[in-house]
């Protein structure tokens, strides 16, 4: 379970019933999470408009796999091995994918327009769930994806006059994050241990293989912003794994969607960029749609416990 910005990831179960006291740290670790990936996010978007992609996703993705391995250490062997290789390699795939969109889409749009198309993968799980599955969808939540993905075109506007294109980018990383989240289904056989090294270690061999075809010397001034990338990102997705751990998830994944609060601040702090009305409203809409269909998932949950 590493979602690569503010997105939020599938429900899992957690085991037992968690106090209350319990569920409101997991909140309270939920939102310092979402809080830290949009710092992650800012610092993507500054360090975008200088660097290539492709080398600021090879610097977060090796500093995630180098505090990984090290908290790892220990049991870094027993921890590699996995039941379901291929799956875990396509995970790894998928995830860097959704990475590489977002950050490439930063370059050209807003960073709340982005977090908010990005923001529509909780519905588009459930699709995945129902077409690869075999879980149920039924009419009330296929029009609650219908809905988000309505809110998604608000904001892109395609044929409009002030249509970005690289407002895709961030679309089809939806679609990317929510394959490896139905991936990650898949493996639930293995540890949570297990897919965060897969998915920093098959992230880190690929984008090695691509950033010396794109790598700019780094100046000394923005040595800091890579290693900010790094330890944001890291933080970030400790934060979200133990919140997911100690709270259920159907109560605390819908407070994921402050980070659109966070991306708006951010926007208009460092680049002066306030979303327009157009954005808004397809927030809205997204947000909307993804309460809902979570609302539906935890009923089922509920149902079949």
Request: include cysteine; charge should be positive.
């Amino acid at each position: 379970m590493t979602p690569p910005q503010t997105t939020l990831p599938p429900i899992i179960a957690v085991p037992g019933n968690p106090g209350r006291a319990t569920q409101l740290t997991g909140i309270l670790l939920l939102l310092m999470a979402i809080f830290t990936f949009t710092l992650m996010d800012a610092t993507g978007k500054y360090l975008a408009t200088r660097y290539h992609p492709v080398q600021v996703v090879w610097v977060r993705f090796v500093a995630n796999l180098a505090i990984v391995a090290l908290v790892l250490a220990p049991r870094l062997r027993s921890a590699l091995a996995t039941r379901r290789p291929v799956v875990q390699l396509f995970r790894g795939v998928t995830q860097l994918g959704s990475i590489l969109l977002f950050f490439s889409s930063l370059q050209f749009i807003g960073l709340a327009e982005a977090t908010a198309i990005m923001d529509i993968n909780p519905v588009l799980i459930t699709l995945g769930a129902a077409l690869f599955l075999g879980e149920s969808i039924g009419i009330r939540r296929a029009l609650g994806i219908a809905a988000a993905l309505c809110g998604a075109l608000i904001i892109i506007r395609p044929g409009a006059g002030v249509f970005q294109p690289a407002a895709v980018l961030p679309l089809i990383g939806a679609f990317t994050y929510a394959a490896g989240a139905i991936l990650t289904r898949i493996a639930r056989s293995d540890s949570t241990a297990t897919s965060v090294l897969w998915s920093a270690l098959v992230g880190s061999v690929l984008a090695s293989f691509a950033v010396p075809f794109f790598w700019q010397p780094i100046a000394a001034g923005d040595l800091w912003a890579f290693a900010l990338l790094g330890l944001f990102g890291t933080v970030a997705q400790a934060l979200l794994i133990r919140a997911f751990a100690l709270a259920e998830a159907a109560a605390i994944a819908p407070f994921g969607y402050t980070g659109l609060i966070w991306a708006g601040l951010w926007g208009w702090l460092f680049w002066g960029n306030l979303p327009d009305l157009w954005t808004v409203t397809g927030a809205l809409i997204i947000v909307g749609a993804g309460l809902y269909v979570w609302m539906r998932e935890a009923r089922a949950m509920n149902r079949a416990g």
